[in-house]
């Protein structure tokens, strides 16, 4: 069914191909079921006749039909080559394309391997199915039954040696068939199982290595490797079977066939060419029943692929544009808040509220600090901030524009966030920091850089904007990483920013001297600050205090101090008491 609607949305482009492809396929069919035909009547009116000349002119023929049908199964044979990977090209680029625009928490639930395997190996399934859905979903009934009714064309009788072989051999490929293809489906969950070891390694491997886990981590490697292995050789044990025991059944129906055909010639109702011929087409269904079942294992693997595959293509995406989204102001009216949340509460689903009720203002340029302990639910506000969820109740607005009703494109270059965990992708510096702004200029990247603390070491690399950033950014220490996401979301001027704990890697001094660039920038952003330390956000016109989600506190340094207990907790925590106190 999914293959189905798989196919109606991405066959149309190569219909033509498939359906010339198809149509060469079956002239190669009736060529091939001809043959037969032609090789009776060169026994029976040539060799028997001893007339050499229709015997060479049935040869030629013969050639003729090779040559010919060669050509035609070459075409075939291109044609589904041609199709298979350019519908597989553009199913994958679709799917590319829908993952970029899922929303956070339809990415959280697939989880980034399964859409890995779905991209590649999940589409190579589909392809493979649509080649040999071309090559041979036509080729083998058509042969099976055409073989069927030319061979009961020539003897009914013999026909019943050939429906007690069928059915034997379909019994065989069932009885296989049935208990290979459960066993299909664990290999290929094992071999995500696999991927995904394979892949927490290498992520994951100076910690593995820091904590000597390498033998751990090997052994669970191979027995995975190992489990897998296993069940491969199971299938193969099956599959063995098939082969020897389609040939036995096959030779013993010829045996069968020349036996039952002797009696009858002798007594004249056959000729020796009908039962060759016989003995062909007998041979052409029996084979073909192997080729059906073999085609029905690829058609369900495909088609258990084509689900995975739509079921990412479906999904619209939880986080989308209205159709009557509309372009953020450059500014607020005047006495409305830059940045307001109201009565905000989010679920990530089915758990308890990873923030429950949160509602805070923020007038242009005004700065808001957020403090909370491990799990309290900054992260998840920020998140909230760019839309990469949407709030479960509660309304967002920036500059007065209810943010759901904002165009994504806008949002984005209004609201800019730097996310907990730095991220770089290989490229360049200057690759890395022009994400908000392509065309931001040398200038404006230098600019970025100062406020965000990052001019030294950017200076001191060789090639400077242009230095090279490996993927992950792995060449860069974990403080120069955040300096330069921090630098990234600067550039292109946002009226809003969010600094999750951007600065949690920087030693105290230069932490205090990036606040203070923040203030001193000349069109101030409204700027909220995600922080561990009460040091980062003690100076902010409002702190909020969050406590597993719920607001604790809001208000400046000096009010919560006297009427937050949790805030003056954290505060004689990490502050001496005389500082905490005046
Ligand atoms: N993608 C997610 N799916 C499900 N639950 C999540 C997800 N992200 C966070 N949570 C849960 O939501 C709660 C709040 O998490 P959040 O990341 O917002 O905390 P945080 O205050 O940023 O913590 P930290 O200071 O450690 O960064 C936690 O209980 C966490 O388990
Ligand atoms: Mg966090």
New binding site residues.
Partial sequence: MTMLSLLRRFLPPFRNKAIVGTICKVVEVIFDLLTPMIVARMIDAGVAAHDMALVVRLGALLVLLAVVGYGFTFVCQRLAATVSQGMGTDIRNALYAKVGELG?ADL?RFGTPSLVTRVTNDVNQVQVAIAMGIRMLIRWPFIAIGSIVAAMSIDLRLGAVLAVCAVSIALVFWVVMSRSIPLFRAIQEKLDGISRIARENLEGVRVVRAFGREEHEDERFVSASRDQADTSIAVGKLSALLNPSTYLIMNLGVVAILWAGSVRIDAGSLTQGEVIAFVNYMTQVLVSIGYVANLVVVFTRGSASATRIMEVLNTSPEVAEASDAVELPAAPAPGTPALSFENVSFT?GG?SA?LGNVSFALAPGETLGII?G????????SALCTRLYDPTQGIIRVNGVDIRHARLDSLRKTVSSVP?RASLLSGTIRSNLSWRKLEASDDELWQALATAQAQDFVREKEGGLDAPVEAGGVNFSGGQRQRLTIARALVGSPQVIVLD?AASALDYATDARLRHALKELSDRPTTVVIS?RVAAVMGSDQILV?DH?QMAGLGTHDELVRTCPIYREICLSQLKAEEVDN
Avoid: E, I, N, V
């Fill in positions: 956070a959280d990530y758990q990873a909370g491990t799990g309290s639910g900054k992260s998840t506000l907990q704990d561990q969050l989600g």
